[in-house]
């Protein structure tokens, strides 16, 4: 029964992300682009989550989504219709992390200052204890939020980045 519930629970959080499609290295870096990651790192123990500009990817191999995925307006009124969540799971040693992004407009109009701007939030449970909760990033740009984890730790480290 253990076995069947965790089966349900890792197809459930790959159907839950199969409409956010992974962000395509092949496409050309510009401006304007945001991605949201993770970085599961098992040999070393840690899980990243962190928010990155499409000219400035990261310097080593995560999973990353571009946040304009994580928010779907009307296509007449420019008003935001649906936000998405992303889910994803990462095992360290014997801790079960789920790490949930969030797509977070700047405005409920695409066209209105900050509008066009969708960064994420990010909720973070260890073992089903909530350690993360909050906003990679704001509308006025000033900085992005790094949060890693270490297993065995019940501490999130979070590192403010000067874009």
Same mark, same amino acid.
């Given at each position: 029964?253990?076995?069947? $519930?965790?089966?349900?629970?890792?197809?459930?959080?790959?159907?839950?992300?199969?409409?956010?499609?992974?962000?395509?290295?092949?496409?050309?870096?510009?401006?304007?682009?945001?991605?949201?990651?993770?970085?599961?790192?098992?040999?070393?123990?840690?899980?990243?989550?962190?928010?990155?500009?499409?000219?400035?990817?990261?310097?080593?191999?995560?999973?990353?989504?571009?946040?304009?995925? $994580?928010?779907?307006?009307?296509?007449?009124?420019?008003?935001?219709?649906?936000? $998405?969540?992303?889910? /994803?799971?990462?095992?360290?040693?014997?801790?079960?992390?789920?790490? /949930?992004?969030?797509? $977070?407009?700047?405005?409920?109009?695409?066209?209105?200052?900050?509008?066009?701007?969708?960064?994420?939030?990010?909720?973070?449970?260890?073992?089903?204890?909530?350690?993360?909760?909050?906003?990679?990033?704001?509308?006025?740009?000033?900085?992005?939020?790094?949060?890693?984890?270490?297993?065995?730790?019940?501490?999130?480290?979070?590192?403010?980045?000067?874009?």
């Amino acid at each position: 029964m253990r076995v069947l $519930l965790l089966c349900l629970l890792l197809a459930a959080s790959v159907c839950g992300a199969a409409d956010v499609p992974l962000y395509d290295f092949r496409k050309p870096l510009r401006d304007g682009v945001i991605l949201v990651g993770m970085e599961c790192h098992t040999k070393n123990r840690t899980l990243e989550v962190a928010l990155f500009d499409g000219n400035r990817p990261p310097d080593k191999r995560m999973d990353l989504w571009p946040t304009a995925e $994580l928010v779907r307006y009307d296509g007449e009124t420019n008003m935001v219709s649906e936000i $998405l969540e992303l889910e /994803r799971q990462c095992m360290l040693g014997d801790d079960r992390y789920v790490v /949930r992004f969030r797509g $977070l407009p700047g405005a409920a109009n695409a066209t209105w200052q900050c509008g066009a701007i969708v960064t994420a939030s990010a909720k973070v449970w260890k073992n089903g204890r909530l350690l993360f909760d909050g906003v990679l990033d704001t509308c006025d740009g000033a900085n992005k939020i790094r949060v890693r984890f270490r297993a065995g730790s019940d501490i999130a480290h979070i590192e403010h980045v000067d874009r």
